[in-house]
């Protein structure tokens, strides 16, 4: 039988209330009712005692109060242990830790019993196994931030100004042989030149580090448009102006960039997280 973990970490398929086992010994259901009451406290009639676990849609569970599964499903895990807040007190009610319960129980637990009528619901070690690699997927995405989108956009802004320096600096050098003509095809040149330096940082910096390849033309096409919107707003108002507004929309252009390039890398990370395996070793 697959070993289907439910929502909260039981093992469905050690479950003797789990329909396939009910269905094939349907007397062992006064056994668990009994093995229950012994060890949890309470006592559920044999006859009620069968589940089609938390996975299935729309199943006949035993634990109709349970908070647990609504919550995992609408905050779209499959179990607890992906969660952030986890141990929460949804949770922490259904936690069963075996060394907890046979301190409590005061008489020895045969190993028969723990077998039966423990073990499918030992949670609390599962999940934390589970939880484990959940961990390290939440921090790749905090290193992907600290050490590519930070360090990139960082990058980005100071070729961005670098290239800014150079138009200026050949702006300056060419001043004497200006025409109006020469004059507003620099003006032209202005946004251009300093939305290239953004572009040229940021693939220059996923380059060097052999990160996966961002064709350059993404690189290009925010803060090309940035640069250009802005000097394009403030031409009016003077020439200093101009350079703020290239270097802001710039910079604001290239974070919106490493954002989506962010929501883009946790997808990926959580779609290769919910695809791992989740059953109990």
Sequence with gaps: MDEILARCGYRCGLCLAYRPNVEANPARRQELSDGWHKYFGFRIPAE????????????????????????????????????????????????????????????????????????????????????????????????????????????????????????????????????????????????????????????LFTRLHHLAGIPFRRFCCYPLLACSVGAAVVFPFGPMLIVFAMCLFGSLAMLSFELADLRRFAAAADANHRESPIHDG
């Design 48 to 203: 009620e005692i069968v589940c089609d676990g938390c996975m299935a849609e729309n199943p006949r569970l035993i634990d109709k109060a349970c908070p647990v599964r609504p919550c995992v499903i609408a905050r779209g895990f499959a179990n607890c242990s992906q969660c952030p807040d986890y141990v929460c007190a949804k949770l922490a009610e259904r936690l069963v830790v075996y060394e907890e319960l046979a301190a409590r129980t005061p008489f020895s637990i045969p190993p028969e019993d723990r077998a039966r009528f423990i073990a499918p619901y030992e949670n609390k070690r599962r999940l934390d196994r589970l939880r484990r690699p959940s961990v390290a997927h939440m921090t790749s995405k905090s290193k992907h931030v600290i050490q590519i989108a930070v360090p990139r956009l960082i990058v980005s802004v100071l070729s961005g100004a670098a290239f800014y320096v150079a138009w200026m600096a050949v702006f300056i050098v060419s001043h004497p042989y200006h025409s109006p003509l020469l004059r507003g095809l620099f003006w032209i040149l202005a946004p251009i030149t300093t939305g290239l330096g953004f572009s040229v940082g940021a693939a």
